[in-house]
């Protein structure tokens, strides 16, 4: 017996596009009489790549297209793509909760799933209750639930409301005894979809660490999707890079997260005249280009790395003090920094109908993560332009393989290097 | 190559076998769960509680007895009261079992787009939660009987068939539960049926003797319909059983006849039902 756990063998997966009524009722008909005829489905030959920003010409899409790979006991995956990509229809396969269209997955042992934490609460049950049922769902057994009931609602930290109907509860309290049980899940296989983006930061870490535990002391095998690519650094090992529905790579976790990032980054030169405005703004000046690159010569950024920001912009009238900025945000809108080109430089006099170029250089001082870059311009008489969201870059941790986790801080958003001492030695 | 023994293979077909069920088997305690939540929820947060499942089944009673009894003139057997209440019990039981299978899929959508249990187990959960509905239901005809019997010393003796009544409960909870099944596999896509189905139910209810007696169309060319249907048989055996032998009609044929049909339902219930559990959540 090999050490594979779960194979998956020439998996794909089609949906079909549009409204259900006669039209599919029609195709229905079709599918069915050349059944009847001991034919092939004629709809499978069909289908089109799953590329959301095209409009296709078919009326169904491969949301997963030939998907083959083995994952070994013990191991620990970050699946990883864009949205769209296939990630969620690629867990919901796996946990049965939908079949494949074509091809077969194996695995051996117990396998759960968490496509969303606390499955199956009711709200008119007590906190108890629901442990109960919500367990029972993920596949537990009413004696393993009893055993642990104790270790759970202390994980959850909810002992005082845990006889109190959970539509009482708030949501942090909800989120966290949801959690818990999922948590005390004993299989072979765990499945996990982005659920640890619940709860405060302290929670989250807790959810980290006994993932961590799951894997690495009790040998589980977990697959985990997510959009953040500094808590996959940290948890897996392993990671499969998905892309339009095609599996592009699988092997090791900074690989994967590499080419994630630089399929990501491809667009460093952002055409900024193509994004719609919204907002006031000054219809004769434009900001036309960003292109945004890392002055190690790395495709990828890393925290505290120097980046270049090159801006293009053209007015079609005579300004004489023009102030270009930028700023940096976070996925829900905290902005971190602001930098405008007064800061050492003076104001631009800005010629109609010439075109422009202003680089900025900048170190950022900022944690891994997700950020956008926006951009905007001012004058004497007001905003000129503001451009939110141009594009994203993903900032990766520096040193993936140091799991100390405890010696480093992990809550706040900027990196310092603070000087310690002590004193009464 | 080495051989590897495979605990689980997920593929495009299904297949129906025993492991089907086995698995139903292993996740007993999540039936039992499903069970209690059910009847947990339903008299939350009501002063009265579980009392509502009496007052229910009563003042239908009541409006029965008025409209039918006195005012259409429908004669009974019995007092209509013992009547209408063993009909209404019954007849209550069938419905909801069928209402609530049949809209499985549709109404756990969400819960069975995250995570993944058997399939089966909520329409089997909603046939038990509802038994107990009916056990408490039949225990006020049992009152009721009891009082007839021996306040107001009515002719009434139960027969020997009471020993029917399990038989009588699997056929009501497996048309139930067969038809519902079938319904709901059949309208995660095309939901027209579900139209048919909601009125359908309350016109069965006058093509089964609840309100009248079977013996009020025999002879007629109503018969034969009325008896083609499966529920015919228990309402009548019920009220031979706790009745009297007099105050139905009985024959070994028509249990037998509900008895295959209930079978064949189940059958064929479990059998779409499987077939659409692992992809309805794509359609439904």
């Known amino acids: 017996m090999s050490n594979t756990i779960i194979k998956v063998e020439n998996v794909s997966k089609q949906y079909r596009l549009g409204e259900i009524g006669t039209g599919s009722l029609s195709h229905d008909l079709n599918r069915w009489w050349s059944r009847l005829r001991g034919k092939e489905d004629p709809y499978l030959k069909i289908g089109e790549t799953n590329d959301r920003t095209q409009k296709g010409s078919s009326d169904y899409v491969w949301a997963l297209r030939d998907i083959n790979f083995e994952i070994n006991r013990g191991e620990v995956w970050g699946v990883i793509g864009k949205n769209g990509a296939g990630k969620s229809t690629l867990l919901k396969l796996l946990s049965k909760v939908t079949s494949p269209t074509i091809g077969e997955i194996k695995y051996k042992g117990k396998m759960a799933s968490l496509l969303e934490v606390g499955t199956g609460f009711h709200g008119e049950l007590t906190g108890r209750e629901n442990v109960y049922l919500n367990g029972a769902i993920l596949g537990m057994k009413k004696k393993e639930i009893s055993s642990k009931i104790d270790e759970i609602i202390d994980f959850a930290g909810v002992e005082k409301y845990i006889d109190t109907p959970v539509k009482r509860y708030s949501s942090g309290m909800y989120v966290r005894l949801a959690f818990a049980v999922a948590a005390h899940l004993d299989t072979d296989i765990l499945i996990l979809d982005e659920v640890l983006a619940v709860g405060d930061a302290s929670f989250q870490r807790k959810c980290l660490g006994k993932m961590n535990d799951a894997a690495s002391n009790q040998g589980k095998t977990v697959l985990f999707v997510s959009h953040n690519l500094s808590q996959v650094q940290g948890l897996c090992k392993k990671g499969m890079l998905l892309e339009n529905g095609h599996l592009t790579f699988a092997g090791d976790i900074s690989t994967a997260i590499s080419k994630y990032t630089l399929s990501g980054n491809t667009n460093n030169l952002v055409n900024v005249s193509a994004i719609p405005r919204v907002g006031p703004r000054a219809d004769y000046f434009q900001i036309t280009k960003l292109q945004i690159k890392n002055l190690n010569n790395s495709e990828e950024y890393f925290e505290e790395d120097t980046i270049e920001f090159v801006i293009t912009f053209e007015s079609k009238r005579q300004i004489e003090d023009c102030v270009i900025a930028f700023s940096i945000s976070d996925s829900l809108g905290n902005t971190l920094i602001d930098c405008r080109s007064t800061e050492n430089y003076p104001k631009i006099e800005v010629l109609p109908n010439k075109q422009y170029t202003i680089r900025c250089e900048l170190p950022l001082p900022i944690k891994s993560g997700s950020y956008q870059i926006n951009l905007g311009a001012a004058s004497f008489y007001g905003i000129l332009e503001y451009v939110p969201s141009v594009t994203n870059i993903e900032l990766l941790s520096k040193d993936s393989e140091d799991n100390n986790a405890l010696y480093k801080p992990s809550v706040g958003m900027t990196i310092m290097h603070p000087k310690w001492q002590l004193i009464n030695n | ?284």
């Open chain 2, 1 to 284: 190559m080495q051989q590897d023994n495979w605990s689980n293979v997920i593929k495009s077909k299904s297949t129906f076998s025993l492991s089907s069920i086995k698995e139903v088997w292993h996740y007993r305690d999540l039936l039992w769960m499903f069970v209690k939540r059910d009847i947990v929820t339903n008299y939350k947060q009501t002063v009265l509680g579980p009392l509502w499942f009496f007052i229910q089944p009563i003042l239908t009673m009541l409006m029965y007895v008025v409209i039918f009894n006195r005012v259409a003139n429908i004669e009974t057997p019995v007092s209509p009261v013992l009547f209408y209440l063993s009909g209404i019990a019954a007849w209550n039981y069938f419905s909801e079992c069928l209402n609530k299978t049949s809209s499985t899929f549709k109404d756990n959508a969400y819960i069975f787009g995250k995570v993944y249990f058997p399939r089966l187990i909520l329409p089997l959960s909603i046939v038990f939660s509802n038994l107990l509905k009916f056990a408490i239901q039949f225990s006020l005809f049992i009152v009721a009987l009891a009082y007839f019997v021996f306040i107001e010393k009515a002719p009434l003796q139960p027969s020997i068939y009471i020993l029917l009544v399990p038989v009588l409960i699997f056929i009501m909870a497996g048309l139930g539960l067969g038809l519902g099944m079938i319904i709901t596999s059949l309208t995660t896509k095309y939901r027209d049926l579900t139209f048919l189905v909601q009125f359908g139910v309350q016109l069965l209810m006058y093509a089964t003797p609840v309100i009248y007696p079977l013996s009020k169309v025999s002879g007629s060319r109503l018969e034969s319909f009325i008896l083609a249907n499966p529920m015919t048989t228990v309402m009548e055996t019920f009220r031979v059983a706790f009745l009297g032998i007099d105050k139905g009609v009985f024959n070994w044929m028509h249990i037998l006849y509900s008895i295959l049909i209930t079978l064949l339902l189940l059958l064929v219930g479990f059998y779409i039902f499987n077939k659409t559990e692992k992809t309805f959540t794509d359609t439904v």
